[in-house]
């Protein structure tokens, strides 16, 4: 079975600072890879996937992801987060019918 | 845009009791999902539909849970009797059809205590 881990459990950072979120996942074979988020009071969104192809992935809100396929990650970057970018992210693989999730990451970002 | 809907929103029930969760997705998305979210964690999936039939609920307590999705659009999802345990976010999401490739789009979620 798959599974993904993500590293840190709770972000605080200041507006203007950069942000990674670290993503791994256990699956050998070929996946797509999501990362959500889910703003407070609001439902899960997508912010971005790959599938193949660039490794880097460009998603909505300046966010970026880049997938290292020997190292099985799929770290989620942000040069100069926002106050609005609090939210909580997860990080999710399929292999193919299945999305298997991290247990998500709460990023909150200071005025 | 369209959206998955559910409802209720917040259910608090007392443990033994029966509960219900409806879903509606996104009209024209032939997958349904139900998951389950435990507070700190991600969701986890319970139980997968194409159209009206099961396709994946491997994960789903079928000794108290069940699910129905008889005409292949809105779903439900059942919980009897509720325990303790059962207490976190049920959330649906569908996508257009099976396989990793399509976006699942999810639902505001139905917040449970169980009492």
């Known amino acids: 079975a798959q599974s993904v881990s993500q590293h840190n459990h709770h972000v605080i950072l200041s507006e203007a600072a950069s942000l990674e979120l670290g993503c791994n996942y256990s699956?050998?074979?070929?996946?797509?890879l999501f990362w959500y988020v889910q703003y407070p009071g609001q439902h899960l969104q997508l912010l971005l996937k790959y599938f193949s192809g660039d490794p880097l992935v460009k998603g909505i809100k300046g966010f970026e992801a880049e997938f290292i396929k020997s190292k099985f990650s799929f770290n989620l970057r942000k040069p100069s987060v926002q106050w609005s970018d609090t939210a909580e992210y997860f990080c999710a693989v399929t292999n193919d019918y299945k999305l298997s999730f991290g247990a998500g990451t709460t990023v909150t970002v200071r005025a | 845009e369209a959206e998955v809907a559910q409802s209720p929103r917040y259910k608090i029930t007392e443990k033994s009791q029966a509960v219900a969760f409806w879903c509606d997705p996104i009209?024209?998305?032939?997958?349904l999902y139900w998951y389950r979210q435990i507070l700190g964690q991600g969701p986890e999936l319970l139980v997968q539909f194409q159209d009206e039939s099961v396709v994946d609920d491997s994960q789903l307590p079928k000794d108290r849970f069940s699910a129905e999705r008889l005409k292949g659009v809105d779903s439900t999802l059942k919980i009897q009797p509720a325990e303790l345990g059962d207490s976190a976010m049920y959330l649906c999401a569908s996508s257009f059809t099976r396989g990793g490739s399509y976006e699942q789009y999810f639902g505001p979620g139905t917040r449970l205590t169980v009492t």
């Open positions: 009209s024209g998305h032939a997958t």
């Open positions: 699956y050998g074979g070929t996946v797509n």
